[in-house]
Nanobody, 123 residues
Framework: QVHLVESGGGLVQAGGSLRLSCAAS????????MGWFRQAPGKEREFVAA????????AYADSVKGRFTISRDNAKSTVSLQMNSLKPEDTAVYYC????????????????WGQGTQVTVSS
């Protein structure tokens, strides 16, 4: 079992930045690929970004490429999402998730999920 806790959400104006963090409970954190997903009201959960267990590979949704950066620190069992140039359409609850395989964009492939953190971008 991997317990994930997100933090860093909040309210920001368009064009601003936020940094989300996700702390994992297990020391085997480094065995898992990690991803960030988001869900806006009335919409399905969508893939945002993912990073492989060894940090060698990252993947991003087209909508966030060039604005968001995913990173991880296996020694600290944390994964982060730096979000720059935020837009109102980035408003959503953001979730981090752990995946034992490298299937980054498919939410059904993720084994563990955090509770989510709200990001609101005002125009």
């Amino acid at each position: 079992q991997v317990h994930l806790v997100e933090s860093g959400g909040g309210l920001v104006q368009a064009g601003g930045s936020l940094r989300l963090s996700c702390a994992a409970s297990r020391r085997t954190f480094s065995n898992y690929a990690m991803g960030w997903f988001r869900q806006a009201p009335g919409k399905e959960r969508e893939f945002v970004a993912a990073i492989s267990w060894n940090i060698a590979i990252t993947a991003y949704a087209d909508s966030v490429k060039g604005r968001f950066t995913i990173s991880r620190d296996n020694a600290k069992s944390t994964v982060s999402l730096q979000m720059n140039s935020l837009k109102p359409e980035d408003t959503a609850v953001y979730y981090c998730a752990a995946n034992g395989l490298w299937r980054p964009t498919q939410s059904a492939e993720y084994d563990y999920w955090g509770q989510g953190t709200q990001v609101t971008v005002s125009s």
